[in-house]
């Protein structure tokens, strides 16, 4: 059984507390920002997508985001 397919199987997140991860935001009138930030939490699912609460080093807040708006950090 591939890790993905557990993954979905079980309803795991795809990133970890303290994992970099490359945030791309979606226009939607917010402040655009596509920019590296690390994990700070899990939160549980929206109804169709896990979310996580991000920071960068370079903003004094953090954010919530979905799980399809971050990718793998390089």
Do not use: C
Request: net charge positive; no cysteine.
């Amino acid at each position: 059984m591939s890790y993905e397919f557990r993954r979905i199987a079980l309803k795991e997140h795809k990133f970890q507390i303290g994992q970099s991860v490359y945030f791309t935001s979606r226009p939607i009138g917010h402040m655009a920002a596509n920019s590296t930030y690390q994990v700070v939490k899990l939160l549980p699912s929206d109804g169709a997508d896990y979310q996580y609460r991000i920071k960068n080093a370079n903003e004094a807040f953090e954010r919530v985001v979905r799980e399809s708006q971050l990718e793998y950090s390089q």
